[in-house]
């Protein structure tokens, strides 16, 4: 067998699957590679886009006065009406929600009552309500 020269060819003995640069001196992007960028790109506008309230209701979430209005958001699973009722509490919400309800309760640990009967997170309903526009 024949000895051969070494090449000066940067790619000699790169697997095949390995591209060559084109002219612009880019590497060439797949199809599967740009699909995730833009999976990226729309999952960091969600972030974005859904940050601002979200942290706005963390910032809402200490209810500390005892006998306000809490919003107790549970899992689709749970019963909302039945666990308030098990935490010792009252819905006063005007309008039903299929996986949360504002209800007060007596004594200071009312919010910790309703997250030991099954509550995801309860809420300042006072804050809440700030946010939107019903009180002052």
Not at 22 to 43: H, T
Not at 62 to 69: E, L, Q, V
Not at 105 to 118: C, E, I, M, N
Request: positive net charge.
């Amino acid at each position: 067998m024949p000895r051969v020269a070494p090449s000066s060819d940067p790619l000699r003995g790169r697997p095949a699957a390995v591209a060559p640069l084109d002219p612009g001196g880019e590497p060439p992007v797949s199809p599967r590679a740009r699909a995730a960028a833009r999976a990226g790109l729309l999952a960091l506008g969600l972030i974005a886009g859904l940050g601002g309230p979200t942290a706005a209701l963390v910032g809402a979430a200490d209810p500390r006065t005892p006998g306000a209005p809490v919003l107790a958001v549970a899992p689709p699973w749970v019963d909302v009406d039945a666990l308030v009722l098990r935490a010792q509490g009252r819905e006063v919400s005007p309008i039903r929600a299929p996986m949360a309800a504002l209800a007060t309760g007596a004594g200071p640990d009312f919010p910790q009552r309703l997250l030991a009967a099954g509550a995801w997170f309860v809420l300042d309903g006072r804050r809440l309500a700030q946010f939107c526009g019903a009180a002052g």
